[in-house]
C-alpha cells in the first residue's frame, strides 16, 4: 500500500510540474473585440482568424502562442475590464480592440501601462495618436475617407453625391471629414449630408434628403447595422443610387435579419476579397470555412495577418515567455518599425506612428458575394 501511495504522490508531483512547465513556453496574446451584441460579426470574425493563425504558428514549432479572446461588446467601458482580464491572465501582447470607439480607450490605459497593441480593425486615428505603442493593420480613418473620393471620381461613378454618417461615432466621424476634403478637390459635388446617431432605427429623413437632393451615389462611412436599415429603407422609397461604403460595411452580408439581396451591387473599399485567386487567400478561406461555416470577411483577414505580425516581430526581437509585457512593449516598439509582412491584406510597413502601409481594393457585390473589381 505505501508503495502505492508513492507512485501515485510521484506521478502527481511529476504531473503538476509538467503542466507549469509547458505554459511557461507558451505566449499568450489578448485579443480584445465584441464578441455578442451588434457588432459581434466583427468581433468573431477577428477571435476565428487570430485562432487559425495562432495554430498554424504552433504547427512549425518553436515559440508557441494561445490566445485568450475577450468580450467588449463594443463598449469602451467593458473594453477596459476586458484588456484587464486579459493581462490578469498572462498576456504580454493585446490583438485589438476591433472597434475604434473601445480601442481608443483601451489604448490610452495601454500608453500609461506600457503593453504593445496591435489593432487589426479599428481606424480612427485617436487609437494612435501620441502613443508610441500602438499600431493598426487596417487603414486609417483618413487614408479609407480620401481614398474612396480618389476612387469614386477616379473611377467616373458619380458626380452628385449624398453622405449619411455617424455624428457620434469617431470612426465614421473621421471617415467623413476627409471624404468630404478629397471631394473638393476631385471634382466631386456633396448633395446632401445628413447625420445619424447609435440610437437612429429610422433612416427616412436621411434617405428622403439624398433621394431629393438627385444623388447619383450615397457614400456610407459607417458600420453594417445602419448600413442595412439604410438600404431597407432605400428598397422602401424605389431609391436606386450607387451605394459606396468602406470597411465597416463588411459583414452585411451575413447580418442575421436582413434581406442580402438588398445589398446587390453595393462597393466598398476593403484590403481583402474572399474570391481572390491567390493560393494564401485560398487556403486561408478554406479553412475558415471549413471551421466555422462562414466566410471569412476582411476583419478576419486582418486579424489574421495581425498575429503573424505579432509572432514575426517577436521572433526577430527574441521575445520569450518569461518576459515582462513592458519588456516585451519596447522589443515590439523598435521591430515593427523594421518588419515587412506579406499578408492577407496586402503587403504591409509600419510608421514609428504606428500607422499600417498598404494599398485600398474595391470589390462589388454581385450575386451574394464580394468581387474584386480590379
Known sequence: MKKLVAIVLTLALAMSFAIPAMAADTI????????????????????????????EINALGGMQLEIDAQDDEHDPEKSINAYNTTLDSGSLVIVGCVTSGPCAAVASQAYEDRIFMLTPSASSVDVIADKDNVYQVCFTDPAQGAASADYIAGKGLAKKVAVIYNNGDVYSTGIYQTFEAKAAEVGL???????????????????????????????????????????????????????????????????????????????????????????????????????????????????????????????????TADMSPEEVCEIMIEQMQQLTIDGLTGTMTWAATGEVSKTPTAVKIENGVYVGME
Open 28 to 55: 499568450k496574446i489578448g485579443v480584445i473585440g465584441p464578441l455578442t451584441g451588434g457588432a459581434a460579426i466583427y468581433g468573431n470574425a477577428v477571435a476565428n482568424a487570430a485562432k487559425i493563425a495562432a495554430d
Open 189 to 319: 459635388e456633396i448633395v446632401a449630408v445628413s447625420t445619424f446617431t447609435d440610437d437612429t432605427t429610422d433612416f427616412s429623413v436621411q434617405v428622403t434628403e439624398a433621394k431629393n437632393a438627385g444623388a447619383e451615389l450615397v457614400f456610407l462611412p459607417i458600420y453594417y447595422t445602419p448600413a442595412s436599415m439604410i438600404l431597407t429603407q432605400a428598397a422602401a422609397v424605389d431609391f436606386k443610387p450607387i451605394f459606396f461604403g468602406v470597411d465597416g460595411l463588411d459583414g452585411i452580408l451575413t447580418m442575421e435579419g436582413f434581406d442580402a439581396s438588398l445589398a446587390e451591387g453595393v462597393l466598398l473599399l476593403t484590403p481583402f476579397s474572399a474570391d481572390a485567386k491567390d493560393e494564401k487567400t485560398q487556403n486561408f478561406v478554406k479553412k475558415y470555412t471549413e471551421l466555422y461555416n462562414d466566410i471569412p470577411n476582411q476583419f478576419a483577414a486582418d486579424a489574421y495577418d495581425a498575429v503573424y505580425a505579432v509572432y514575426e516581430a517577436m521572433i526577430a526581437g527574441g521575445v
